[in-house]
């Protein structure tokens, strides 16, 4: 039996862009991609902790060291510049491998999206 488990996380990233003339997805600085071991493509699950939305979508690269979390498209009207939300990949996997998986958790600084040491 396989099970859904997350998978990474970034915790409480402030969204810096919101671009509604964008095709869609959410745009996350490399480094923060990197840290947490989501790819480009991959899809995820947003959570704004502003206003409740939740929605899903999937990853475009940002540029690195910028701290960039943008909303594009009509995801977009589900932010606004300035709300936390946390950003959720999920795996799908065996019920015994789930039982000692450990997700990657990333916590930046909300006023910056820089990864917190």
Do not use: W
């Amino acid at each position: 039996m396989n099970i859904e488990v997350v998978k990474s996380k970034i915790h409480k990233a402030s969204v810096t862009e919101a671009n509604l003339q964008y095709v869609g997805s959410i745009t996350i600085d490399e480094d923060l991609l990197e840290a947490s071991n989501i790819i480009e493509n991959e899809k995820v699950q947003v959570v704004n902790i502003n206003n409740g939305e939740r929605l899903e979508t999937y990853v475009i690269k940002g540029e690195r060291g910028k701290g960039e979390v943008c909303l594009n498209g009509p995801a977009a009207r589900k932010v606004a510049v300035g709300d936390v939300v946390i950003i959720i990949s999920y795996a799908s996997m065996d019920f015994e491998e789930a039982k000692k998986f450990k997700p990657s958790l990333v916590f930046p600084d909300t006023a910056t999206n820089k990864i917190v040491k």
